[in-house]
T-cell receptor, first 115, second 115 residues
């Protein structure tokens, strides 16, 4: 079975703090894809990053960075020097290459960044 | 360019009524997804179209739910004899590629309230 777990329901930080959002996934497939999406208060989910199962390189994009570790089935997301505009719900998602076209989303982590 | 649009943005239906929700994907996107998002939860996959072909409808919760994309562009999600448990935000997403490895672009959603 495929599953995505985001154990942190809500996180509250003060502006300029670093924050890490955890994502743990389960799949028996060897080829799969992991994603992070941001859902700001306006409601539309926005794509942030995609990783395939064969690429464990960490990635940095500005203040955002992602740590993919197959050994622990985790794909964590860190925001450095958080800003108020980072306040949103963040979703981790999983798709696989076989057996259908379903995307499995985690329950999301709501991040509050206070000024 | 224009993103994914959905209409109506809000819909109130009395229990037992039929509703039709519309999605206009990004022009040229071959893949289209429908999701149901309950309050405080991640999106739950409903169905997937590749052009006009519905290749995966494993997430449709009952035979009251029906989706179509007859010309490979606009899609309609129809819910017959609505029930209170159908109250949710219905999200549409499109993707430029044929496989689940591509990122998805989401619309603003239709909030359905069944009274």
């Amino acid at each position: 079975a495929q599953k995505v777990t985001q154990a942190q329901t809500e996180i509250s930080v003060v502006e300029k703090e670093d924050v890490t959002l955890d994502c743990v996934y389960e799949t028996r497939d060897t080829t799969y894809y992991l994603f992070w999406y941001k859902q700001p208060p306006s409601g539309e989910l926005v794509f942030l990053i995609r990783r395939n199962s064969f690429d464990e390189q960490n990635e940095i994009s500005g203040r955002y960075s992602w740590n993919f570790q197959k050994s622990t089935s985790s794909f964590n997301f860190t925001i450095t020097a958080s800003q108020v505009v980072d306040s949103a719900v963040y979703f981790c998602a999983l798709t696989r290459n076989t057996g259908g076209f379903k995307t499995i989303f985690g329950a999301g982590t709501r991040l509050f960044v206070k000024a | 360019g224009a993103g994914v649009s959905q209409s109506p943005r809000y819909k109130v239906a009395k229990r037992g009524q039929d509703v039709a929700l519309r999605c206009d994907p990004i022009s040229g996107h071959v893949s289209l997804f429908w999701y149901q998002q309950a309050l405080g939860q991640g999106p739950e996959f409903l169905t997937y179209f590749q052009n006009e072909a519905q290749l995966d409808k494993s997430g449709l919760p009952s035979d009251r739910f029906f989706a179509e994309r007859p010309e490979g562009s606009v899609s309609t999600l129809k819910i017959q004899r609505t029930q209170q448990e159908d109250s949710a935000v219905y999200l549409c997403a499109s993707s430029p590629g044929l496989a689940v490895s591509y990122e998805q672009y989401f619309g603003p959603g239709t909030r359905l309230t069944v009274t």
